[in-house]
């Protein structure tokens, strides 16, 4: 077996022995240490591009926020754009003119596309839709509009105010203190809209009005890129949209106002002196307490690190290409959230839904595991990965065989041709309406997978007049028999007549009908197919 996939599947099998499935766990855990409704927080920085990465938070928390529903307990799922977030580097997918918008937050670019009212709100509605497409319709908050609708505002002040003790605690993870007139907010300079690049010289704590200059001077963002302010010197209220709590601050600001009770985000936050740290205290002054952590490791692609610059970032379309949206959740809630899932979709497809059959038909009682603890988990994921029970096929048949199935289909009646062969091989039962609309998606999933994984050069086909006269000879028996066996039979006979090894012959056939040197038995196949297509194929190498 290969290493990646032995490994996943290890992965999955540690999932399943474990006591309970992980967001029952979580979800217990939560109603015990908060009283009342839960709200499970998730936020991504719309910096370009959203990927499987980011859309992963919302996916887990929305199985966390079912689990919790299950107990009974009111909660909600909140998504946040953080659209106020800094634009500190241009990805390499897209135009290099956003370099101009370097330092200014992301909802002050303009949408490059021409199709939404700014660069921020392009990526937050194609991610807002990718999110759906999978079943998760989390409550949707900007960043800006929380601000401009002065959601901080109270707790902005607070901050200011007990900005020395916030100070201390920043101070203890860093190597050099922060400054004695530190603040916990930028400013957004009025003339230039950049955020990096202001100064504030002295804050009226009555008026909540600060003085503030926009640096001319050049500073380094992310990736080294250079940036300087206009040189404008303003007053202006901090409150309404005017400015931006820093990001340690804004964590537990917004943890504070929403009520959080539980947030999913990557490890990297979670480090030694990382952001959770400081938030985690940070919380407690301004009135609130940290909400329950649910830390996970990031997903690789093909065993390296998903990056923009590599050129190797997934996205939910990418992975809904070869499998339906509960495959996709089903995968994201297997195995340790500590543990870096890595996406080889030309390795892991086949695996995942032979798994996720197996929880089906678990769930449905066909099958068992052998224990009934991990039947359980099974099921639980199986149930939360659907969400909505539809009526489905419970499907026998390995992935792998499906596959050999969708490589030889005909070019006309392709789902009948599918159905009699998982007829033939007592895989399939009388069929309903919706099964056959399931079958055929997952025709058209396992054709792209193929397709993309699995590609076969043309081979080239020659023929000696011998040949050639022993294939005339097969259209005629073609279009004169209907028996499958008999027309099996007659290609032997045909071969030994003409003085063809048959082996040969079958071959040259295969390569023919299939561009492939095998297949399945030949009689059943044609007439499966049908005579019309095999006879064309046939005359034209003719
Ligand atoms: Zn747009
Ligand atoms: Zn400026």
Not at 289 to 309: A, D, R, T, W
Not at 473 to 497: P, T
Request: charged letters at 30%; glycine letters at 6%; one cysteine or more.
């Amino acid at each position: 077996m290969n290493l990646l996939i032995e490994l996943s599947f290890k992965i999955i099998l540690i999932n399943m022995e474990e006591q309970e499935f992980w967001p029952d766990k979580i979800a217990k855990e939560l109603v015990s240490k908060w009283k009342g409704k839960q709200v499970i927080v998730t936020g991504t920085s719309m910096s370009g591009e959203p990927h499987i990465g980011s859309a992963n938070d919302v996916i887990r928390g929305h199985a966390i926020m079912l689990a919790v529903k299950k107990l009974k307990v009111p909660v909600e799922l909140i998504w946040i754009s953080d659209d106020m977030d800094p634009f500190r580097s241009v990805p390499a997918d897209l135009p290099k003119e956003l370099e101009d918008y370097l330092g200014m937050p992301a909802s002050n670019i303009p949408d490059f596309w021409k199709c939404h009212k700014g660069f921020a709100e392009h990526f937050e509605q194609k991610f807002i839709k990718q999110l759906e497409s999978v079943n998760v319709k989390p409550r949707v908050l900007l960043g800006i509009e929380m601000y401009r609708k002065g959601l901080y505002n109270d707790v902005m002040k607070i901050a200011i105010e007990k900005r020395k003790d916030i100070a201390k605690i920043l101070n203890k993870f860093r190597t050099e203190p922060l400054h004695e007139n530190w603040y916990p907010i930028d400013i957004i300079c009025q003339q230039c809209g950049k955020i990096t690049t202001t100064k504030i010289l002295k804050y009226d704590q009555k008026k909540f009005e600060v003085e503030y200059i926009c640096n001319p001077e050049e500073i380094l963002l992310h990736r080294k890129n250079p940036v300087r302010g206009c040189g404008h010197k303003g007053k202006l209220s901090i409150l309404n949209g005017n400015a931006k709590l820093t990001w340690r601050v804004e964590w537990p600001a917004r943890w504070t106002f929403l009520k959080a009770t539980c947030e999913p985000f990557g490890k990297e936050h979670a480090a030694s002196g990382g952001s959770w740290d400081t938030a985690k205290e940070i919380v407690e002054i301004l009135g609130w307490k940290p909400p329950y952590p649910v830390i996970y490791e990031h997903f690789l692609v093909n065993g390296e690190k998903m990056s923009k610059s590599r050129g190797n970032v997934i996205t939910v379309p990418d992975m809904l290409k070869y499998m339906k949206p509960e495959h996709l959740r089903y995968w994201m809630f297997q195995g340790k959230l500590t543990i870096a899932k890595d996406i080889n979709l030309s390795k892991m497809v086949t695996h995942l839904l032979d798994e996720f059959d197996k929880a089906e038909r678990i769930f449905f009682g066909k099958e068992t595991s052998g224990d009934k603890r991990r039947d359980n988990n099974y099921k639980r994921a199986y149930e939360l990965s659907v969400t909505e029970p539809k009526e489905k096929i419970l499907f026998k048949i390995s992935y792998e065989s499906f596959a050999e199935i969708v490589k030889i289909l005909p070019e006309k009646n392709q789902l009948e041709f599918v159905i009699k062969k998982l007829k033939e091989f007592g895989y399939l039962e009388k069929l309903s309406k919706s099964q056959m609309k399931y079958l055929e998606e997952r025709v058209n999933l396992v054709r792209n997978w193929i397709k993309d994984f699995q590609k076969r050069e043309k081979l080239e086909i020659k023929t000696n007049e011998n040949e050639r006269t022993a294939l005339n000879k097969l259209i005629e028996k073609v279009k004169s028999m209907n028996n499958e066996d008999e027309l099996q039979s007659e290609i032997f006979e045909i071969a030994k007549n003409s003085g063809i090894k048959p082996v040969k012959f079958f071959k040259l056939i295969y390569k023919i009908l299939l561009n492939s040197e095998s297949g399945p038995k030949l009689g059943h196949y044609i007439l499966g197919v049908g005579k019309e297509e095999i006879i064309n194929k046939l005359e034209a190498v003719l």
